[in-house]
C-alpha cells in the first residue's frame, strides 16, 4: 500500500490535498538545461520532465499551501550561458534553489555562483566525479557519476556474449566525455579488459568518420560511445557505413531514440546504459512512480524515448520540493540543510544524499540505479 507522501510521488492527487485556491504567492524553482545547441534535444527531455513534475504536484496541493513555479533557463549548450543563466534566475527571479544544468562542464562552469549566492543546485545529470569532490556544499547530485556508472556496468560483463576482451572510446572532448572514458577504463581494466586506444571529437560535430575510421584499424571488439543522443544516433549509423563491425556501448543514460522510428540494418544491435528504462516500468524500483510519470509523459504525446532522460527532471524536481517542505519555507539555507534530510522514492529509485568531498564543505551525492537496454531492428530489450 502507498503511504501517503509516496502517493503524492506516484502523482495520485489524494482529496485532502485538493486546492480550489492558493493561500500565497507561487515558490519558485529555477532551473538551467541546454534547450537549443548541441545538445538540446536531451535538455528538453529533462526540462519536460521538470514541467510535469510540477503539474503533478500542483494537482496535489503544492508545498506549504502554495503552488509551485518553475522558471527555466536556456543554457544554450555553453559553459558562458550557463553561467549567465544562473545570474538571471538568482538576481532577476530571485529562485531559492536550482537545478541543472545536463552537461559536467556547464555544471562545474555554474559551481563557484552558487558559492557566491549561497544557493543550493540539484544535479539531475552532470557526472564528473569533481562535482562532489571539490568542496561545494550547496552541490547535492542525484545522477551517478561516471565512476559509479562504470562500476555498475563492469558487475554485468558475464552477461555479454562474446566476452568483451579490448575496448576503445569515442567520447566528446568535455568533462562528460573525458572523466566518462578514465572511469570506464579502471573498471573495465579492473576486471581484466584490455584498454585500446580513445578518440574524441567536439559537441558540435557533425561528421564522426575520420574517428570511426581510425577505430576501425584497432582489435578493440566493443566501443564505448560518450555523447548526447545527436552524436550517439550520428556514430552508430556512421558505424555501420563503414562497416566496423565492432559491438557498441554508450554511457551517461543518453537513449538515441531516433534509430527506433529508423533503426539500423539488421545484424546491428547496440548497448545502452540508462538510468531507467521506460520499456519496462514494471521492472523500476518503484513501479506505481514510474508509471504514473511515464503516463504524465505520454499525455504531451511527447516521443517515448526521451523518458529515459525526462525522468532526471521529474525526480530533481520532487527532490527539491521534498526539502522545501522539510525546510518549512523557501528560503536557500533552510532548503540547502533540508536536503540532507531528504529521503524519497523517485522514478530512480531511493533519493538520499552520502556526503562525498572535503570535511566540512561536503557535496550531496545520491546512489542510482542502472540498466542496460539492448536496441536492434527498432525494438528494445533488457540484458
Same mark, same amino acid.
Given at each position: 500500500m502507498?503511504?501517503?507522501?509516496t502517493?503524492?510521488?506516484?502523482g495520485?492527487?489524494l482529496?485532502?490535498?485538493q486546492r480550489?485556491?492558493w493561500?500565497?504567492?507561487p515558490?519558485?524553482?529555477g532551473m538551467t538545461q541546454?534547450?537549443?545547441?548541441? $545538445?538540446?534535444a ?8 521538470a =514541467?510535469?513534475?510540477?503539474?503533478v504536484?500542483?494537482r ?7 503552488p509551485?513555479?518553475l522558471i527555466?533557463?536556456?543554457n544554450?549548450?555553453?559553459?558562458r ?7 538571471k534566475? +538568482?538576481l532577476?527571479?530571485r529562485v531559492p $534553489?536550482?537545478i541543472?544544468?545536463?552537461s559536467? @562542464?556547464?555544471t ?6 552558487l558559492l557566491?549566492? =549561497?544557493?543550493p ?5 552532470s557526472s564528473a ?8 556544499p550547496y +552541490?547535492f ?18 552477461k555479454?556474449?562474446p566476452a568483451?576482451r579490448k575496448?576503445?572510446f569515442?567520447s566528446?572532448?568535455?568533462d %562528460?566525455?573525458?572523466g566518462?572514458a578514465e572511469? %570506464?577504463s579502471?573498471?573495465?581494466?579492473a576486471?581484466? +579488459?584490455?584498454?585500446g586506444?580513445?578518440?574524441t571529437m567536439t ?5 564522426l568518420?575520420a574517428?570511426?575510421a581510425?577505430?576501425?584499424q584497432?582489435?578493440?571488439?566493443t566501443?564505448f560511445l ?8 550520428l ?8 562497416r ?9 543514460g543518453s ?9 539500423l540494418p539488421a545484424g546491428? @544491435?547496440?548497448?545502452h546504459?540508462l %538510468?531507467y528504462a521506460?520499456? %519496462?516500468?514494471e521492472?523500476?524500483p518503484?513501479p ?11 499525455k ?7 523518458l ?5 527532471g521529474?525526480?530533481a524536481v520532487?527532490? $527539491? ?5 522539510l525546510?518549512?519555507k523557501p528560503e536557500?539555507?533552510?532548503i540547502r540543510?533540508?536536503?540532507? =534530510? +531528504? ?5 530512480n529509485g531511493?533519493?538520499?544524499?552520502? =556526503?562525498?568531498?572535503?570535511?566540512g564543505q561536503?557535496?550531496g551525492?545520491n546512489?542510482?540505479?542502472?540498466a542496460?537496454?539492448?536496441?536492434s ?7
Open positions: 502507498l503511504n501517503r507522501r502517493a503524492l510521488l506516484a495520485l492527487a482529496p485532502a490535498l480550489t485556491a493561500a500565497a504567492d515558490i519558485k524553482i541546454p534547450l537549443t545547441g548541441a $545538445v538540446a536531451s535538455g528538453n527531455y529533462v526540462a519536460n520532465g =514541467k510535469i513534475a510540477v503539474e504536484l500542483n496535489a496541493g503544492g508545498v506549504l499551501g502554495r509551485l513555479e527555466l533557463e536556456d544554450k549548450s555553453n559553459p550561458e550557463a553561467v549567465a543563466a544562473v545570474d534566475l +538568482v532577476r527571479d $534553489v536550482l541543472g544544468a545536463w559536467s @562542464t556547464y562545474l562552469a555554474i559551481m563557484p555562483k557566491e549566492y =549561497k544557493v543546485m540539484v544535479v539531475e545529470t566525479s569533481r562535482i562532489t569532490t571539490s568542496g561545494n +552541490v547530485r542525484i545522477a551517478p557519476t561516471s565512476a559509479m556508472e562504470a562500476v555498475a556496468f563492469s558487475t554485468q560483463l558475464g555479454f556474449t568483451m575496448v576503445d569515442l566528446v572532448n568535455n %562528460f566525455g573525458r566518462a572511469k %570506464f579502471e573498471a573495465l581494466a576486471k581484466g +579488459v584490455t584498454i586506444r580513445t578518440e559537441p558540435e560535430a557533425t561528421d568518420s574517428q570511426l581510425a577505430l576501425k584497432s582489435d578493440a571488439d566501443i560518450t555523447t548526447g543522443v545527436e552524436q550517439q544516433t556514430a552508430l549509423r556512421q558505424a555501420v557505413e563503414q566496423l563491425g565492432k559491438r557498441f556501448v554508450t554511457t551517461g537513449f538515441p531514440d531516433a534509430l527506433i522510428a529508423n533503426p546491428n @544491435t547496440s548497448f546504459i %538510468f521506460p520499456w %519496462f516500468p521492472r523500476a518503484y506505481a512512480i514510474a508509471e504514473a510519470y511515464t503516463a504524465e509523459w505520454n504531451n504525446n511527447w516521443e517515448f524515448a526521451g529515459t532522460e525526462g525522468f532526471r521529474y525526480d520532487l527532490t $527539491v520540493v521534498e526539502a522545501i517542505r525546510a518549512g536557500a539555507e533552510a540543510e533540508a536536503l540532507w =534530510k +531528504v529521503d524519497i522514492h523517485g522514478v531511493d533519493i538520499r544524499f552520502a =556526503k562525498e568531498g572535503p570535511a561536503e557535496s551525492q546512489q542510482p540505479n542502472v542496460i537496454v539492448t536496441l531492428e527498432g525494438k528494445t530489450g533488457l540484458l
